[in-house]
């Protein structure tokens, strides 16, 4: 599910963190392109919203360490860009749904189940890996716990799976990506907010600074 995860700003990493970072936006960059692929093959639209999510998190992480040593006012513009492409992302998963709908197109249910899996390992084999920074600053558990937590989506697309091979409509499917993109909205929609705040502060140090 669609969660605003972001590589920590801890100004000495625990061994192991960064490159664990690294590792994972590797891991949900493929299953991005695997899932979309999936997607556009089966017809599924909560695999697409799955895999925005995972594009979302690859992004998240590479746009935080590239900013990471950087101030307030970049942080805040690197934060911006992420919300605005989960809203719109979002936003895009909800358009596909209902173009789904008019169009009553059923999705392949077995390839559904199948990326799913695949994903929750994917997802799983991340937490597994950050599972010894849970402990951490805020920020490394906040890491674990997102990649945790994104498993539950890729547990609601086998379940919509399993609705659609029971139902042999495309209902479960477009329920399980509704509730996904509407997540993504508002999660975006946060992030644009403290990101809008986080550049306002980053203008005002400047101008103090520069004053």
């Not at 695949?118 to 937490?127: E, I, P, T």
């Not at 399993?162 to 508002?186: E, N, Y």
Request: charge should be neutral; proline fraction near 3%; charged fraction near 15%.
């Amino acid at each position: 599910m669609a969660c605003s995860c972001s590589a920590p700003e801890p100004k000495s990493p625990a061994p192991g963190f960064r490159k664990a970072l690294w590792i994972a936006l590797w891991v949900n960059l493929a299953m991005f392109l695997v899932e979309g692929y999936a997607s556009m093959q089966s017809g599924s639209v909560s695999l697409l919203a799955d895999a925005i999510d995972f594009f979302g998190d690859s992004a998240n992480y590479l746009l935080s360490l590239s900013v990471l040593s950087m101030g307030m006012l970049w942080r805040g513009r690197a934060a911006m860009v992420k919300g605005i492409t989960m809203t719109v992302f979002g936003l895009a998963v909800l358009g596909r749904a209902i173009w789904v709908m008019q169009n009553d197109i059923t999705p392949e249910p077995l390839t559904m189940g199948a990326v799913g899996l695949l994903a929750l390992v994917a997802n799983m084999g991340v937490a597994i890996m950050l599972f010894k920074f849970r402990e951490g600053d805020s920020d490394m558990r906040s890491v674990w716990l997102c990649s945790r937590n994104d498993a539950i989506g890729n547990v609601a697309v086998m379940v919509a799976a399993l609705g659609v091979f029971g139902t042999g409509t495309a209902w479960p499917d477009l329920i399980v990506a509704a509730i996904m993109g509407s997540l993504a909205i508002t999660a975006g929609i946060s992030v644009v907010r403290h990101a809008r705040s986080d550049i306002a502060q980053g203008k005002a140090a400047a101008a103090a600074y520069n004053g």
